[in-house]
């Protein structure tokens, strides 16, 4: 799957969106799918399409804005909440949720799908700071598969803010300034939908203890799909081909039908080099904010004609300022004023 990698594949079609992210060209050693339902935000509200526009304006105008104001927090070694050393911020809430499991016996819960981050994390007790969430909150001790990771792991190595406890504790911090504190474990996870579950075993997560904000409305945790060492699949990403595409309904849908996620050699779909079908795009690594999606825009067309602005407005830029990405938390497009 080689030719797939790093490259990004929209399904042209008129209702859905079908993005296919891969992080790397490394072979496979199995052919483990996983595939998971997708649920809007804002499904069975009994909202109006205006009403569903301006929820997802909001959601995304906050996202955006707290993406370019880049403040960050961190900690140091000796505890939580010390400022000299920076923590890079990410982008936290989002438009989509995922049903998911964890533990043994396995646990349901929603978390937040976010191709912005990486960490996956859920509440976890006994807990100095929750907020409320719909499903039981995850007891590691209840679990015989649950272990804390050592800070000799790569995993804690990974983490843009941690110390030893002596466990490895992190603090992961949002772009809307909200957080989640707590101890990295490993996990069995359950995924899956339509009656079909796979379990993965030994999956770090942050087991959060100490969790604040409104950026997770509605979720118990998060999932992060992004380039990093953290996020599930660069986790699983030998068992999965290390790439996933999601196909999104169209939000005029009065009826918000799920969408779907699928991890594996299913993602890339079968028509892939038919043109009138998909087109594909390379995908840019920024060295500034690796986790993200980026993608080379070159240029706007309306009606077949290609509109007179500078390249230099989309440019990512040696500094690492600039650029276009892709993210699952937007559901609008945001540019440059100049491109206007």
């Not at 110390?163 to 957080?179: H, K």
């Not at 050699?265 to 079908?277: E, I, M, Q, R, T």
Request: glycine fraction near 10%; charge should be neutral.
């Amino acid at each position: 799957m080689a030719t797939a990698a790093n490259r990004l594949l929209f399904l042209l079609c008129t209702t859905n969106l079908l993005v296919l992210l891969s992080t790397s060209a490394a072979g496979a050693t199995t052919d483990l799918d996983i595939r998971v339902d997708l649920i809007h935000v804002d499904a069975h509200r009994n909202l109006t399409l205006l009403e569903r526009l301006q929820r997802a304006i909001h959601r995304g105008s906050n996202r955006f804005m707290s993406l370019r104001q880049g403040s960050t927090k961190g900690i140091n070694g000796t505890g939580m909440n010390q400022s000299n050393i920076q923590s890079p911020v990410h982008t936290g809430s989002g438009e989509f949720l995922m049903n998911l499991a964890i533990g043994t016996p396995p646990l349901p819960f929603l978390a937040i799908v976010d191709t912005g981050s990486d960490l996956i994390w859920t509440q976890c007790s006994p807990c100095t700071n929750c907020f409320t969430q719909s499903s039981p909150i995850f007891d590691p001790s209840n679990s015989s598969s649950f272990s804390k990771l050592p800070c000799s792991s790569p995993l804690c190595s990974a983490l843009p803010s941690s110390t030893c406890t002596p466990d490895c504790a992190y603090l992961y911090t949002y772009g809307d300034s909200s957080t989640t504190q707590g101890i990295l474990g490993s996990e069995t996870f359950t995924f899956g939908s339509d009656n079909k579950t796979v379990s993965v075993d030994k999956i770090g997560f942050g087991c959060g203890e100490d969790n604040e904000g409104n950026g997770f409305k509605q979720a118990a945790g998060l999932v992060g799909l992004g380039r990093g060492p953290l996020s599930l699949i660069s986790q699983v990403g030998s068992s999965l081909y290390k790439q996933f595409s999601y196909c999104l309904t169209s939000i005029d849908d009065a009826d918000m039908k799920t969408s779907r996620l699928i991890f594996g050699s299913a993602a890339v779909p079968k028509n892939l080099n038919d043109s009138k079908v998909a087109v594909t795009t390379p995908m840019v690594v920024n060295d500034a904010h690796p986790s993200f999606y980026y993608l080379e825009l070159k240029g706007i067309s309306v009606g077949g004609k290609r509109l007179r602005i500078p390249r230099s407005v989309f440019r990512l830029n040696p500094d690492g300022t600039g650029g276009l990405i892709i993210d699952s938390g937007t559901t609008m497009t945001y540019l440059e004023a100049a491109a206007y």
